[in-house]
């Protein structure tokens, strides 16, 4: 029970990680303004940004070849969320000057965070090997290597960043998945603790929170939601959290009450909704876990587990046909579930075996009498 559940856990970690954010690392997302009244700016507002960004493109119009206005653009465009420009303006930055140290760690830090690892790795072990040792080159070869498969090698430049700013949020967090793909647990639980007392990730948190409740350590989950969770500001995720919580420890009443009183603030929510159908099912309320299973396939209908939780509500209740009707929806969505193939078989067995009953009862009541006639 353990193993299968801390395996389904590395699986959702693993398929769900994104790329850390490590851009603001490598140079300060702050652009240096050409107008006094832009040098610092308080707060982000995007009309001020847009307006600069005019400003520059029309610097480019006047002198094609400075390599500095590219990178103020690169600069502003990222700040205003256009990657494709910032990507393009860094590209002809670096063409232009290819020996600037500093144009090139915010180039690198860039390709990676749009997704281009192979590129960003390539130009890291350039520095790297140009006897660049800074946190910034370290930390992106840490997190390229790694999403590139190659542990050993993220492990070593994670050890080096680490050396350098022993309590990095990122380069903690990163540890907890290198220690956790090799299984060591507790390894992932103590990166990931010094990660969050760094300073607290939502990410993180709930990496670590989902490890607790796959090894099925109330005690620990308890501890982690005393010490941490004051930070997390989503009230259905609260509400989320105490109910995976209440489930763990048997209380199946109360994990439902915390999901309903929820989903009456947002019935749009469909992990609400998985868990709610997913909760009644295991508390025999069939009829409920059926509703909330229909609300959920309404709005996202490639949801494979709406449709196994109504098919067994269905089958729970005897209806074997609409079972199997909604066994086969869930393998039009996942062919190769061979659970889902062993269970729609299960029910089709159980389907034939009533009709054959059904048969035979009917063939006794309608058989001729027969009499034995007196000598």
């Known amino acids: 029970m353990k193993t299968k559940s801390l395996h389904k856990f590395k699986s959702r970690v693993f398929s769900s990680l994104m790329i850390l954010v490590l851009f603001c690392a490598f140079a300060s997302c702050q652009p240096e303004f050409g107008r006094e009244k832009m040098k610092s700016p308080p707060v982000f507002d995007r009309e001020y940004y847009q307006e600069y960004l005019e400003e520059l493109n029309g610097k480019i119009i006047r002198n094609t070849q400075d390599p500095r206005i590219y990178f103020q653009k690169a600069k502003v465009s990222m700040l205003l969320g256009d990657s494709i420009a910032a990507l393009r303006a860094m590209d002809k930055a670096v063409e232009l000057d290819s020996a600037s140290l500093e144009m090139k760690q915010f180039y690198t830090g860039m390709l990676l965070r749009v997704g281009d690892v192979g590129k960003a790795v390539q130009y ?16 992106i070869l840490a997190q390229g290597k790694f999403e590139q498969g190659e542990d050993s090698a993220a492990f070593e430049y994670v050890g080096q960043a680490l050396a ?18 090799k299984s060591d647990t507790l390894g992932a639980e103590q990166a990931w603790q010094r990660s969050l007392r760094s300073q607290f990730d939502d990410q993180i948190y709930h990496s670590l929170f989902d490890l607790y409740l796959s090894e099925q350590d ?5 501890s ?7 930070n997390v500001t989503d009230s259905i995720q609260k509400a989320i959290d105490d109910a995976l919580y209440y489930q763990l420890i ?27 159908s997913d909760g009644y099912l295991s508390l025999n309320f069939y009829d409920s876990a059926i509703y909330y299973a229909q609300k959920g396939i309404a709005i996202d209908s490639t949801q494979v587990d709406f449709f196994v939780i109504e098919a067994k509500s269905y089958e729970s209740k005897f209806w074997y046909t609409s079972a199997i009707e909604f066994y086969q929806k869930a393998l039009n969505l996942s062919p190769a579930d061979s659970a889902l193939i062993r269970d729609m078989d299960n029910v089709r067995r159980k389907r034939e075996f009533v009709r054959r009953k059904k048969e035979l009862e009917s063939k006794e009541e309608v058989a001729p009498i027969k009499h034995i006639n007196s000598l």
């Open 224 to 230: 982690l939601k005393n010490e941490f969770e004051g």
């Open 164 to 181: 350098l700013r022993n309590e990095s949020p990122n380069m903690l967090s990163l540890l907890g998945y290198l220690d956790l793909r």
């Open 124 to 139: 890291a072990e350039d520095l790297y090997e140009s006897g660049d040792r800074s946190f910034s080159v370290l930390s």
């Open 250 to 276: 048997g209380k199946n009443k109360e994990a439902l009450g915390a999901l309903q009183s929820q989903y009456e603030k947002d019935t749009s929510n469909i992990r609400l909704l998985k868990l709610l």
């Open 218 to 222: 109330s005690s620990k989950v308890m």
